[in-house]
Each structure stands twice: as structure tokens, then as C-alpha cells.
């Protein structure tokens, strides 16, 4: 796609839709590899997970008390004589007959003979204690059923089960549940390496004191956060001059990574630098997308590796990676939920979106009395990112709606980890 001649003609853009579209479809999810599941959370599994294990592994109690049969509590109050204690981590030393009760605690394993557990508040063992008593014998004070308070081995999955299906994405649970199965590694998608790059002959790294003219690289670490909330692991290559060699030289710094992300040097006034390189190494396309804040963006292979050009300006570069460079990252990842949750809230002030763009506006969503309400928040360029600091969502307004007023339900993209309490 080239580059309309009217910058400004919403008709010579292409939408959010499509742009995205166009980027999904040159990627696919990275190759599996066995990663220990401390660092798996969020990652997908590239084959089905088999259990070979029973969990629990034994036949266990699932409270403290006492191990019985219940046939002798048919009669309840009933008098038990109390042979032996089993803690949990150890095994019962003896078989259990009738009459006789077995102190137990929470996940020892049921001695032989028994079929029930009695919990400590169902006898008089508190009595008892409370007085000096002996615990050499106690009474139960109700009838209980056969398998009452046991865990049988394998209740909660068993062996042979199918616990995680291809595809599925490792939560706190699913990795407690590898961790029972006794695996310490889990297979799946490959985490991707993405580089980051800032450009600008007036962008600065953090360190140094500011020159006139100059300002201080604040991209490449907004990039480099939302890469990890994505799933990706960053990679920072510093800020490279508008030029060709300086470009160049930074993208060859690192070694091939599955994505390179840069900021600046594709608006107008001087795109010639990415474009030109990308021209020359590679094969981009350059966008003019119907969205704001953006608009810019850069799309292409150099040396065989995606590249995603964002604008310069960090409210722009921000909104633009949340659109194009987290779905991305997230294909790779294997994930097939690729966009953020929606929902719909009330707006609390007008908002107007001239220009026939897709306005994502930065909000704070809160829940009101009547449901969740959506607040414009941040400053009107697209330059000022301080004033996303406490959005916890974007507000989209479509290309075609020119007034949103106050009290309208708008479409609310929630931000990655953000609760609705
Ligand atoms: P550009 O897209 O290169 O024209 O940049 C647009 C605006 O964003 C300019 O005001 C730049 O100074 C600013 N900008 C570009 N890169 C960065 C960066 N890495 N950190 C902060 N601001 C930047
Ligand atoms: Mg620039």
C-alpha cells in the first residue's frame, strides 16, 4: 500500500481493522521449547499434558480427627478406644479393627481398615484434653457415613487424565497442577525476543545532562514495559540518529530477533530515514492508519525479521504498540485471545472525535452505582503521556461519530492488568 498524497484525507487511509489484519497475518506462533514453569506463567502449551501421576497419591484424610469405621457409629454417641495417632508425611504403624479409632490429621493417609473420618469437633476429644484426660479413648457424638472426610488417590485427577489440552495457557492453577505432576518443565510457545529501537538526532538515553534542542528517550522504556506485559522479552537497543548508518549499525547490534519495534522517523516530515533503510534492506510497507492518537506506522521484513515502525510521539507510540504490537506478540505466544477485553460503560463527559478517525481516548473505568462508568483522563495531544499514567482503559470512538455526549454507553478496551473492582 503506498502513501496517499493528502495526509489528512481520512479516504486515503487504511482503518485499524485492516492494518491489523495485514500485520496478524505475517505472524505465527513460535516454536515450542521446555521452559521451567517458575517463568511459564502466561505461556501455551504445545502439546496435550497427560498426567502420569494419581493426585493425591494416596488415600488421605481431608480433616483433623479420627480415622473410624463407620459402622460403629451407627449408634452414635459411641465410645472408641484410640490405638495409635498418624501424622501427615508419616504412615500408620497398624491395621484398624472394630471399636478403635485412629487420631488423624489433614492429608495422613487413611490406615487399613478404616472407611471414615470423625473431625476432632464431632468427638469429646476437646473435653477431654481440656480436663487432663487421657486421649486413650474418645466418644463420637453423631453417626458418619462410610468415606465421609477421606480424599481418595486420584480424586482430584487421576492417572492417564488429559489435565491441559494444546493450546491452553498456563495460569497460577495450571502451573500448580504441572508442579503436582511432578514437571518441572513445561513445553510451549517460545517467548518472543523483541528488539527496541528509538530514533531521533534530538533523543537523548536516560544518563546525560539534556544539550538545548534535545529531549529525553522515554519510548524505549514505555516499549520495553509493555513488550514484558505482552509476553515478550525486550530487548533495548538504544536511540539511533536519522540516519541510514546509524540505523543500521543498531538493528544489526542484536541478534535476530523475532520482532523489531522502532519510534519516530515515520511521520511526515521525516519518514525518508526508516523508509529509505527499510527500501534498501528489507521490504516495508508505510501506513497511513484512520486512527488517533497514531496515524503513521510502518510495516515490513528487514533481514527476514518483522519490523513495526510506531510514531514518535509517546502517547502515539503507545496507543500504536497496544493495537498492533501486543497482538502481534501474543500470536507468537500462541495465545488466540489477541485483543484486549471490551466493555461497555457510561461516558461522563462529552467527547467530539473530528476527522473521521478511530479515537481511542485514555480513560479511568470505575464501577458507579449504576454500572461502570468510563472518565476521560490525559491531556489532548498526542504527545503527552504523563496523562496516561492512570488510565486503566481506552474509550473508542468509531471513525464515524463526531460527538460522544455525557451519559452514552461507549466500547471501553480494558488495559492488561487492570481489575474492574
Ligand atoms: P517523530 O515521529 O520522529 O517525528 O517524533 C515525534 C515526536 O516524538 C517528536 O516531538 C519527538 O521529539 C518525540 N519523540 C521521538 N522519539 C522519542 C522518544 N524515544 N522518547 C520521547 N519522545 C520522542
Ligand atoms: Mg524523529
Known sequence: MGIGRDWDNPEQMISVDDALERILARFSPLPAVETPIVEALAMVVTRDIISTVDVPPFRNSAMDGYAVQSADTAEA?????????????????????AGEAIRIMTGAPIPEGADAVVR???????????????????SVSRAITKGENVREAGEDIHANQ???????????????????????????????????????????????????????????????????????????????????????????????????ITTGGVSVGDYDVVKDL?????????????????????????????????????????????????????????LTELLLPVIDAVLTEQVTNAGGRRHFVRAIVERASHGLEAQPTGGRGSGLLAGAMHANGFIVIPEGRVVVDAGDTVCVQLLDDVLVT
Open 77 to 97: 454417641p459411641v465410645m472408641l478406644r484410640v490405638v495409635a495417632t498418624v501424622a501427615a508425611g508419616s504412615m500408620p504403624d497398624c491395621r484398624l479393627r
Open 120 to 138: 476432632f469437633e464431632e468427638t469429646d476429644e476437646r473435653a477431654r484434653s481440656m480436663s487432663g484426660a487421657q486421649l486413650t479413648r474418645i
Open 162 to 260: 488429559a489435565v491441559l489440552s494444546t493450546g491452553a495457557r498456563l495460569g497460577p492453577a495450571e502451573i500448580g497442577v504441572l508442579a503436582s505432576l511432578n514437571m518441572a518443565t513445561a513445553p510451549v510457545h517460545r517467548r518472543p525476543r523483541v528488539a527496541i529501537l528509538s530514533t531521533g538526532d534530538e533523543v537523548v538515553d536516560v544518563g546525560p545532562e539534556l544539550l538545548p534542542g534535545q529531549i529525553r528517550n522515554s519510548n524505549s522504556y514505555t516499549m520495553s514495559a509493555l513488550v514484558r506485559q505482552a509476553g515478550g522479552d525486550p530487548i533495548l537497543l538504544g536511540v539511533a540518529r536519522d540516519s541510514s548508518s546509524s540505523l543500521t549499525a543498531k538493528l544489526r547490534s542484536v541478534e535476530r530477533p523475532d520482532l523489531f
Open 278 to 334: 527499510l527500501r534498501a534492506e528489507g521490504s516495508v510497507d508505510m501506513w497511513q492508519v484512520r486512527m488517533k492518537p497514531g496515524k503513521p506506522l510502518a510495516f515490513g521484513k528487514i533481514g527476514g525479521v518483522p519490523l513495526l515502525g510506531l510514531p514518535g510521539n509517546p502517547l502515539a507510540a503507545l496507543v500504536s504498540f497496544i493495537q498492533f504490537g501486543r497482538p502481534a506478540i501474543r500470536k507468537m505466544l500462541g
